[in-house]
């Protein structure tokens, strides 16, 4: 039998070659490559698939975190909560604006920001005297965070909030796409994520206009017009290639996601008895990113599904937290428990939207075998 890799970028392109091909070439021969007609076109796109009135395209996730803590008005010293169980460039957008990153614990079920921990953690800020300026929920592996309590809590404590939707593209909280509750939303469009690019972009959403124009002007030196730095910015385009291919990835996401989801329904049936699987919460939808199981021989099933020919990733192998560049510098505002017993209990079965009914078979088929053995 053949492996079953983890994941396949080139099955994601060979499945619309025909159109990206078309799309590349359209780009190449325009003589136009940065910030053109492709770039308004996703845009626009974008934002009218999301249901947010304005899109502002970048040049990746991380920038698009860091240009929307900006926005909003994070600086130097400010204090801004996040969680440890999530990509390490969430804390690194934080950073990047010298302000401090503060982390939350995740709820055990969904492994997203726990808002009760949330909550102890803008009381103990309190006491260190930090200033709090906002807070950035990620909605992991595809599955929202409790984004209205979240939110209340921000309100309540007046804390800004971005929401990282890096793995949440198209998820649904109580009938509405995730990235359509904060203030601002940011989503990475790197190669691996249901909307990816063929290599680094980033888009930003906000139903604030004038948001979005400063956004634009803040992403190119602080342009408005050529030559004329109105504010201090940066370089982070999105290019017309990656726009317009994404604009093909676009139109097909809806249905990659329905794949996932169906694929993700056949591991439930499958194994859902013997492993513990990810919950799908009543209210929401879960675009599965990843499919990240939990086991406390976890080590052992990995090894055991690698020779049954199922690759299997971890997502994240050690929370930010645990990590040399952080270890011991942040400041500690609450407990990271959760965080730190479930880190040692994830895995990522092999998910994406072109694994053939086949390949979905064989990692059943081997999840089953070897927990079964293994128990
Ligand atoms: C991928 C990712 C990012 C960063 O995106 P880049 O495009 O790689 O900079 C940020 N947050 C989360 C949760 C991610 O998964």
Not at 213 to 225: A, F
Not at 258 to 282: D, H, N, W
Request: with cysteine.
């Amino acid at each position: 039998m053949k492996p079953v890799p983890a994941n396949s970028l080139s099955a994601g392109f060979y499945s619309e070659q025909a159109e990206l091909e078309e799309a590349a070439l359209r780009v190449m021969r325009s003589g136009w490559y940065i910030l053109g007609e492709e770039t308004a076109g996703f845009e626009r796109e974008f934002a009218a698939w999301l249901g947010a009135p304005a899109a502002v395209g970048v040049a990746n996730g991380t920038d698009a975190l860091m240009l929307a803590l900006k926005v909003v008005g994070v600086n130097a010293g400010d204090g801004v909560f996040t969680v440890s169980h999530t990509a390490v460039a969430t804390v690194a957008a934080i950073e990047m604006l010298g302000a401090v990153p503060l982390l939350v614990d995740v709820d055990n079920q969904t492994l997203t920001m726990c808002p009760h921990s949330l909550l102890r953690a803008i009381h103990t800020a309190h006491r260190l005297g930090i200033p709090l300026k906002a807070v950035v929920p990620v909605h992991l592996y595809g599955h929202p965070c409790d984004i209205g309590a979240l939110i209340a809590l921000a309100r309540e404590f007046d804390l800004r909030v971005v929401e990282d939707c890096s793995q949440s593209h198209g998820a649904e909280f109580q009938g509405r796409k995730t990235g359509t509750f904060a203030d601002i939303s940011a989503f990475s469009l790197y190669p691996t994520k249901n909307l990816g690019a063929f290599g680094d972009a980033g888009v930003i959403a906000t139903a604030d206009l004038e948001v979005a124009e400063r956004l634009k002007m803040l992403r190119q030196y602080g342009w408005r017009e050529r030559n004329n730095s109105e504010i201090p910015g940066v370089n982070s385009r999105l290019d017309e290639l990656q726009a317009a291919l994404l604009r093909v990835r676009l139109k097909s996401l809806d249905s990659r996601t329905r794949r996932r989801q169906e694929i993700a329904q056949e591991y439930q049936r499958a194994f859902g008895g013997i492993l513990q699987t990810p919950v799908v919460l009543s209210g929401c939808s879960h675009v599965f990113h990843q499919y990240v199981v939990r086991s406390d021989d976890r080590d052992q099933l990995q090894q055991r599904l690698r020779q049954a020919g199922v690759a299997t990733m971890i997502h994240y192998p050690k929370a930010v937290h645990q990590q040399t560049a952080y270890a011991g510098r942040l400041p500690l505002v609450d407990s990271l428990a959760t965080t730190e017993s479930q880190v040692a209990r994830i895995l990522s079965l092999p998910m994406f939207p072109e694994m053939s009914d086949e390949m979905v078979q064989q990692v059943c088929r081997a999840v089953l075998d070897r927990c079964t053995a293994a128990l």
